[in-house]
């Protein structure tokens, strides 16, 4: 019906652009481009809603209005019910799209303008207002007709991209259709899938429109998606002689006073990763009680940078942060885990530390949520959720190494610069202890001999799919608890074909 989602993922302007060569490299007319997007997302709306017969489309003066007039035209030829409202005037339609219009106004179906009225009595809605062109705050009669469609009570179908959201940040501009499907042409936007994006685009479907796949090599594409599934065959069974001195030892920082749940989750997850040895270097009050908690693991209590250094240079790979305050028994272990030359994991309260003294080095992973990436680049929370991948690229660019700003889509900066969406998890996700959760998985990796960027991806799939199994298996995201992801993230490092 429709095509696998490509990994690839694309701005706007990057589209535009492919949309350009497809008319004047290889002579697929704008109107031919136009007929192929409408017709597929008919086809797509059919088979998502077999049994709907009143239809209602949504078109605004552009491109992305052309594609409703299409689709509207093919759901009235196969005998559907179909309403066509034009926001903005449909006067100021040009080109194709006035084509597409005046088409659909032979086969009989006149639009009527959109005044602001309710959108209740259709089966399914049709979003073909705004397309990848907005570049501003929505407001007016499109903001109306957004509303409008977010309150009619029928499932929603996007063109392209729900209107309102930002095609490249994943940002919703002012106002955001909330689809149930969307159907993206030519390039996947990047935008779909990341902050706003997968909350506004539900599933999200593909076509290229027939555009020559060697368009496609010739513009970089702006970040690549990737997921569990794209990843797991990187894993392969170990060998018949192994020992744990072959699988690296881990050595996890934190946990100050009250705190000791944290280092805990962490040196778990390293564990159930797969790493050989792993230690815990925490306050000496909670030593004992993580070894009853898990006796795999190795704590020590550390009350000084002195006492840590003998745990320092038995380690293959250092995590620090989780549950570490900013105490000066933190600074003092930050500052000297930072003369060490293994590799390094951040998190947590050595981010904060480390945003008051910035250092940059190639071997380590950062794993910032976004409001310890605002304090990293000395901006706020919501200006890193205005355009994730700026923020991450920022992030890199300033500190150097492979980082991870986690949230919805989590984004992965290699060293390079190349920026990995991940595709996967879930809400439940958004709970105390995850985060520990993945600075185990991405220490566990790297103590195995991955490389540091390869380890950051891998991390973060695999931290995403554990989610979305621990979910299905615990009867749903709400009360997910972090604890539940450690039997999928095992199971997830030894994979089958099920996963």
């Not at 078109?59 to 179909?82: F, I, K, M, S």
């Not at 659909?104 to 809605?125: C, F, K, N, Q, W």
């Not at 949520?369 to 355009?387: C, F, K």
């Not at 991940?422 to 195995?448: E, I, R, Y």
């Amino acid at each position: 019906m429709h095509e696998r989602l490509p990994l690839q993922l694309y701005r706007a302007a990057q589209v535009r652009e492919l949309d350009r060569h497809a008319i004047e490299e290889h002579g697929i007319p704008s109107r031919a481009l136009m007929e192929r997007a409408g017709a597929a997302a008919f086809r797509l709306l059919r088979a998502q809603w077999p049994q709907a017969q009143r239809i209602g489309v949504v078109c605004g003066p552009g491109n992305n209005g052309g594609d409703g007039y299409v689709l509207a035209r093919h759901a009235h030829e196969a005998g559907l019910g179909v309403t066509v409202y034009a926001v903005g005037g449909a006067e100021r339609l040009r080109g194709a799209a006035r084509e597409a219009a005046d088409a659909l106004r032979a086969a009989g179906i006149e639009a009527r303008p959109y005044v602001g009225e309710t959108l209740s009595g259709h089966d399914v809605v049709v979003d073909a207002l705004l397309g990848t062109g907005l570049d501003r705050e929505v407001d007016g009669l499109p903001r109306a007709a957004i509303e409008a469609m977010n309150a009619s009570g029928a499932p929603a179908l996007a063109l392209d991209i729900p209107s309102g959201l930002d095609a490249d940040t994943g940002r919703m501009r002012g106002a955001a259709v909330h689809a149930d499907h969307t159907v993206s042409f030519i390039g996947l936007k990047q935008g779909l899938f990341t902050a706003d994006g997968p909350d506004c685009s539900g599933c999200v479907h593909y076509s290229s429109l027939g555009v020559p796949m060697q368009e496609f090599s010739r513009i970089e594409a702006a970040s690549t998606r990737f997921s569990y599934q794209t990843l797991a065959h990187r894993l392969r069974p170990r060998g018949r002689g192994a020992h744990k001195g072959r699988h690296g030892h881990v050595l996890i920082i934190g946990g100050d006073h009250g705190m000791n749940g944290a280092v805990l989750l962490a040196g778990k997850a390293a564990l159930r990763t797969g790493a050989g040895l792993v230690s815990i270097a925490t306050r000496s009050a909670h030593a004992a009680l993580l070894s009853l908690a898990q006796p795999e693991l190795m704590s020590h209590g550390v009350e000084d940078a002195a006492a840590l250094q003998p745990l320092l240079e038995r380690a293959t790979v250092i995590a620090i942060g989780p549950g570490m305050c900013r105490s000066p028994w933190a600074r003092e272990l930050l500052g000297r885990v930072l003369d060490q030359t293994r590799p390094l994991v951040v998190d947590a309260d050595a981010l904060n530390l480390l945003a008051q003294d910035p250092v940059q080095r190639d071997d380590w992973i950062l794993t910032p949520h976004p409001g310890e990436a605002a304090r990293l680049l000395g901006s706020t929370a919501t200006q890193v959720q205005d355009d994730r991948f700026h923020a991450v690229a920022r992030l890199q660019a300033r500190y150097g190494g492979a980082v991870i700003l986690k949230g919805a889509g989590s984004l992965v900066c290699d060293p390079d610069g190349g920026i990995g969406l991940c595709h996967g998890g879930n809400p439940g996700m958004a709970g105390g202890g995850m985060g520990d959760l993945l600075t185990g998985v991405v220490a566990g990796l790297v103590a195995q001999g991955m490389g540091m960027a390869e380890s950051a991806r891998f991390a973060t799939a695999v931290h995403a799919a554990a989610g979305d199994l621990a979910a299905g298996e615990e009867g749903g995201e709400r009360g997910l608890l972090a604890g539940d992801l450690l039997g999928p993230i095992h199971r997830l490092m030894n994979p089958r074909t099920e996963y």
